[in-house]
């Protein structure tokens, strides 16, 4: 490998803390075991609806465990947008806590526990005890964050639906927390969710949110993602549970396909952000750059968008 990438991986795997880092080491194994059992098979909607019409496999995916099953992996190497890419959810997400401190708090889908662990993170920082809905289209995601929850103490509600098509009473919360779900729905249902976290919002509440800004996802940016997740893993071999040589076929395998299915709708730029929010009573867009996946770096949006 050349020096310079070795360098650069290198960065980039040293920007997870030790914390993160241990509880992904616990936690990878079981979100592989349980995306086996709970990524069941779905008409419309989640992470494999794009890659059962788009996918470059001859076998298309029937659930998501490609992804789910692989997530935290590559979340070891950093390699997947996560919120800790973030810096500003802490500030902002406290922020509104201190207000309503007992406020009634959904976050809108979930990879994993790590929007719940940032959500925590900023519950500390505010001292506020919220009452914590979860909402995804997957069930394994809502068993890791019952597992996070169960590990911190945490009382959680978790309900498998889809969050464009379920009915949920109008303003029923304070706060609408999310990360880059708008860069994982297609853009004819971009307007119709934030349409949704507009009505359940109570008034003065605010959603939390975050948005790639980028282009297709090409053939080549998948072959560029999957050889630098392969490259990443054989420098940190030690990082990875039970990592047999068996073992290790099996994740660089996982790796392969989840390049191949994984896809972003991305956003063009600032005003495309701005009217689809346009409903809200105030809005601000802060551009920033993140480590990037099949694009690395990325720029993104952080966005705070508050009720009327």
Known sequence: ??????NAMMDRFDAL?????????RSAPLMEEWSATFCGKKDAGGMEEWAKT?????????SCDWYHGTWQFLRLLNMVAVPPWYEFYND??????????????????????GMLATLHEAMRTAQATPRITIYDICRTPLRACSWYADQHGLAIECVCDNLLTCHMAPASFDLIVTDEFLTVIKSEDK??????????LKPGGALVTTAMIGGPTTAALRQGYAERAR?????HPDSFPHNTDGRRHHLLERFDRFASNHTRHMFAGEEEILRLFDGFGKVLVERTVT?????????????????S
């Not at 490998?1 to 070795?6: D, K, N, S």
């Not at 480590?291 to 009720?307: L, N």
């Open 1 to 6: 490998m050349h020096p310079l990438l070795a």
């Open 17 to 25: 803390d030790s914390r993160t880092r241990a509880l992904l080491i």
């Open 54 to 62: 788009h996918g470059e496999d001859e076998a298309q995916p029937e």
């Open 92 to 113: 902002a997400l406290s922020t509104l806590l201190r207000r309503r401190p007992r406020a009634d708090v959904l976050i809108s889908a979930a990879a994993d526990y």
């Open 191 to 200: 307007p119709v969710i934030v349409k949704r976290w507009r009505e359940l």
């Open 231 to 235: 490259s990443l893993f054989e420098v």
């Open 291 to 307: 480590p990037g996946e099949c694009v690395t770096p990325t720029d993104s949006y952080q966005i705070v968008a508050e009720a």
